[in-house]
């Protein structure tokens, strides 16, 4: 879109979102009512892929419902929007390579506040392509043996887990396991989530793996709908705030499912595998997977 186009999709959202019916936006900006629809659902659309949307996926599909539903939410990423950042979703990087993992490090280390913290999400986020909610969720336990050691092939508990099945999640490399210790050990010496006993390494195996700046579990809430999908506002402003630090178009917490997905399907897994690994439908892994040939 250029700057005109722009200016009238965000105020078309706005007053989609403010309950304005299209026939009403379309009159009021002199167009139709197919191109109210197709421009709020294309800025809607980069909304989800390159600020995120609390509440809506960023392969999900924008209708007019979703776009009201979610109005507060598409507002504020909307006030987070750099349009220079968005860029096709067929020309959007797939692959995070590990020198622009490690400048993202570096931005961390010199300007967050949380720096074992975020470091060891970011990681993390990469090592199991989790979505940043099931991150959010997840518990000592899940990283941890009993005897303090790394269980190098866990579990994501289908309570948790998108679809609510479980899966395989694995904690098997070294410098994503190292951030974790790290963080786990900060914590322990400021008495974040501790029990007097020596096992989980004298972490409670019940409290979150990640909290808050606070040292608090991060809050967890059903968005209210009819899926009764959660929601964790604060992982989302996390995640937000680490990829804004490296100011690099196109990467955001979707490229670790994306990178997941690919290397799977070069070593023979089809769209229905590849989904079960990832806890996606057939559709999502099609949509991470952009530009190849629909799955049949």
């Known amino acids: 879109m250029n700057q005109a186009t722009l200016d009238t999709a965000q105020a078309m959202l706005r007053a989609m979102i403010a309950g304005v019916s299209c026939e009403h936006i379309a009159e009021a900006h002199g167009v139709t009512k197919s191109t109210v629809s197709q421009r709020t659902r294309l800025l809607a659309s980069e909304l989800q892929r390159v600020v995120g949307v609390l509440g809506v996926d960023e392969e999900e599909s924008p209708t007019a419902h979703l776009i009201r539903r979610y109005g507060a939410d598409y507002l504020e990423a909307l006030e987070h929007f750099v349009p ?8 959007a990087p797939g692959i995070v390579t ?4 490690d400048q993202y490090v570096a931005k961390i280390a010199r ?16 090592a199991t392509a ?4 099931e991150i959010a969720q997840l518990e000592v336990r899940d990283y941890l043996d009993a005897a303090g050691q790394v269980r190098c092939l866990s579990e994501l508990r289908a ?3 998108i679809g609510h099945s479980p899966r395989v999640l694995r904690f098997d490399c070294a410098r994503t396991c190292a951030a974790i210790d790290a963080y786990l050990a900060e914590r322990l010496r400021k008495g974040w989530g501790t029990h007097p006993q020596a096992s989980y390494r004298g972490l ?6 990640f909290l808050s700046r606070k040292g608090q579990a991060m809050r967890i809430r059903q968005n ?17 705030r680490i990829f804004g630090y490296g100011g690099m178009p196109g990467i955001r ?5 994306r990178m997941a997905a690919s290397e799977l399907k070069a070593r023979g897994a089809g769209y229905r595998e590849i989904g079960q690994v990832l806890g996606l439908k057939k559709l999502a892994v099609h949509k991470l997977l952009q530009g190849e040939a629909p799955p049949r």
Do not use: N
Request: overall charge positive; charged content about 20%; aromatic content about 4%.
């Open 204 to 209: 409670a195996p019940g409290s979150r793996l």
């Open 253 to 257: 917490t979707s490229c670790a499912r």
């Open 84 to 91: 220079s950042a968005a860029i096709p979703p067929d020309t």
């Open 159 to 161: 309570e948790i887990g």
């Open 224 to 240: 209210g709908g009819a899926t009764q999908q959660l929601l964790c506002k604060e992982i989302h402003e996390i995640y937000r």
């Open 130 to 133: 989790a979505k940043p909610i």
């Open 111 to 126: 300007h967050s506040r949380c720096v074992r913290r975020d470091s060891a999400l970011l990681l993390t986020l990469f």
């Open 98 to 101: 590990p020198r622009q993992i």
